[in-house]
């Protein structure tokens, strides 16, 4: 398979496995707060960590096809999320509360941008063959 092709199945599957993510924290977060009654903070970090958890081995085993998940990458795709939540923060201040603007562009924006740079990252660092090795 040319690599081309292999990049654009693996960043479908990353994609796929994103929405995944995104599903089990959305869920934690509503289940934590409307059934729990948790602080909708704290049930969106619970949410956020089990979406990281979900979304490392889906990664690992799928859209990677990396041999078995370990410790190092699983630090790495931390990094590689928390990078993310960043730059998706920062993007959201910026529309929110220096050019005054709707949030939701801001988060339009950011879907855009931010899977673009973790599955770069993730792809070249986190889940780099070399590094699995």
């Known amino acids: ?11 479908i599957k990353y994609g796929l496995v ?6 089990s924290h959305t869920l934690t977060l509503y289940f934590g707060v409307e059934e729990l009654g948790l602080d909708p903070l704290l049930s969106s970090s619970l949410g956020f960590i089990i979406s990281v958890i979900i979304s490392f081995l889906m990664n690992t085993k799928w859209t990677f096809n990396s041999k078995r998940p370990n410790k190092k990458s ?27 603007y709707n949030y939701l562009i801001g988060q339009v924006i950011a879907l855009f941008i931010v899977p673009i740079i973790n599955f ?4 070249k660092w986190a889940f780099s063959v070399k590094q699995l090795k």
């Open 120 to 123: 770069s990252l993730n792809k």
């Open 18 to 23: 994103g929405i995944v993510g995104t599903i």
């Open 74 to 100: 699983f630090i790495k795709y931390l990094l590689v999320c928390l990078i993310g939540l960043s730059i998706n923060l920062t993007i959201l201040y910026f529309f929110t509360y220096i050019i005054i």
């Open 1 to 11: 398979m040319r690599n081309d092709k292999k990049v654009y199945i693996e960043f």
